[in-house]
Each structure stands twice: as structure tokens, then as C-alpha cells.
T-cell receptor, first 115, second 112 residues
Framework: AQSVAQPEDQVNVAEGNPLTVKCTYS??????LFWYVQYPNRGLQFLLK??????LVKGSYGFEAEFNKSQTSFHLKKPSALVSDSALYFC?????????????FGRGTSLIVHP | NAGVTQTPKFQVLKTGQSMTLQCAQD?????MSWYRQDPGMGLRLIHY???????DQGEVPNGYNVSRSTTEDFPLRLLSAAPSQTSVYFC???????????FGSGTRLTVV
């Protein structure tokens, strides 16, 4: 079975500082990993994905994520946070083993960037 | 290119009423899913489809039906609305499992 955990309900960071939003996963085979962002009263928007290859994945709006197989983690990062980055962030995983076609989403982490 | 279109955006139902939430995509995506979003619960999968004529249950399917007669459309039917179905509903689609989802803008449903 596939599962994903976002251990922090909320992350607070000052504008201009680096940010990290944590995600850990559990799969039987190899993972497909995704990050999405949701702004208030909007649908989710795709940020980036890891399928295979380079462990550091770059995505939209200056975000990147690092895949760590030994720690089963896929943390979202940005070198310098903006107030406009404040939103709800979701990590998702799909297990390539077991015939699962649909990703499982985490509960979401609220990112608040203070001016 | 409209992406994923959900209608209506808002709906209030009385307990016991039925309704259909519409979802349409124009990207020729095979994979489509319905999720509900509740505070503190994240996104929970209701039903999904891997192609026209093929549907399956997700994590929370009770009280909901789906069908997929065309690649473009994936409606979600509430059979007899209950207050526990008050939620925000999202439809999403992707071309294949390795691609990210495109989400609709959501339907906010209140059952009184």
C-alpha cells in the first residue's frame, strides 16, 4: 500500500529566508512523487514531480524538491521565500508496484511567509 | 484550452436530495478522479477512472456513484445527500500515471 505523511500542519518563515516543507512516503516498489500548491478558494496546481533520475527536481515558481530514497523523503524547498508563497502545499505519492494508478495525497501543510 | 471544468461552483442541498457534479476535460486524458477536501483531512479519493467505461472505488465511495461514458466527462452523483457530504469536491485528470494531475476549480457543496 502507498502512503504519504506531511508531519507539519503549518510552517512559518520570514520573507527572504529559505523554506522547507517536509514529506515522507511509504511504497512497496518505486515511488512517483509530486508536490502541489493550493491558493485560497482555488484548485490545486502542479508544482513538480520525481519519477526517476536526478534526486534534485526543479519546478515552478522557484521551488525544488530533493528525493532521498534512504530516508523515504521528498522535501519541498525554496532558497528565498516570498509572501506570495503563502498557501497550502500537498505532497502525493504513487507506488509503481501493485497496479496502483492513482496517487495518495498527504493532509497538506500550510505555509505562512511573514513580511 | 479550458483544462478541467467543474460545475456548479457552489451548491446548497437539502438532506435526501440528489444531484450530479459535472466534470469535463478537453485534454484527452485517460485518468480522471474525484476527491473531497475537508479541513484537516487533506484530499480523499472518492472514485476514479482509467478510461472510458472503466471506473473503480477510492477511499470514501459510499453515497456516491460515477460513470465514464466518454473520455471527456466524469460526473459524480450524490444519491441521497447527507450533512456529512458537506465538503469541497475536486475533479482531476492526467494523461498517464507518471504525469501530474490537472485539477478543476472545485465545487463547494453544503448539505442542510
Amino acid at each position: 500500500a502507498q502512503s504519504v505523511a506531511q508531519p507539519e500542519d503549518q510552517v512559518n518563515v520570514a520573507e527572504g529566508n529559505p523554506l522547507t516543507v517536509k514529506c515522507t512516503y511509504s511504497v512497496s516498489g518505486n515511488p512517483y512523487l509530486f508536490w502541489y500548491v493550493q491558493y485560497p478558494n482555488r484548485g490545486l496546481q502542479f508544482l513538480l514531480k520525481y519519477i526517476t533520475g536526478d534526486n534534485l527536481v526543479k519546478g515552478s515558481y522557484g521551488f525544488e524538491a530533493e528525493f532521498n530514497k534512504s530516508q523515504t523523503s521528498f522535501h519541498l524547498k525554496k532558497p528565498s521565500a516570498l509572501v506570495s508563497d503563502s498557501a497550502l502545499y500537498f505532497c502525493a505519492v504513487r507506488d509503481t508496484a501493485g497496479g496502483s494508478y492513482i496517487p495518495t495525497f498527504g493532509r497538506g501543510t500550510s505555509l505562512i511567509v511573514h513580511p | 484550452n479550458a483544462g478541467v471544468t467543474q460545475t456548479p461552483k457552489f451548491q446548497v442541498l437539502k438532506t435526501g436530495q440528489s444531484m450530479t457534479l459535472q466534470c469535463a476535460q478537453d485534454m484527452n486524458h485517460e485518468y480522471m478522479s474525484w476527491y473531497r477536501q475537508d479541513p484537516g483531512m487533506g484530499l480523499r479519493l472518492i472514485h476514479y477512472s482509467v478510461g472510458a467505461g472503466i471506473t473503480d472505488q477510492g477511499e470514501v465511495p459510499n453515497g456516491y456513484n460515477v460513470s465514464r461514458s466518454t473520455t471527456e466527462d466524469f460526473p459524480l452523483r450524490l444519491l441521497s445527500a447527507a450533512p456529512s457530504q458537506t465538503s469541497v469536491y475536486f475533479c482531476a485528470s492526467s494523461y498517464r500515471p507518471g504525469e501530474g494531475y490537472t485539477f478543476g476549480s472545485g465545487t463547494r457543496l453544503t448539505v442542510v
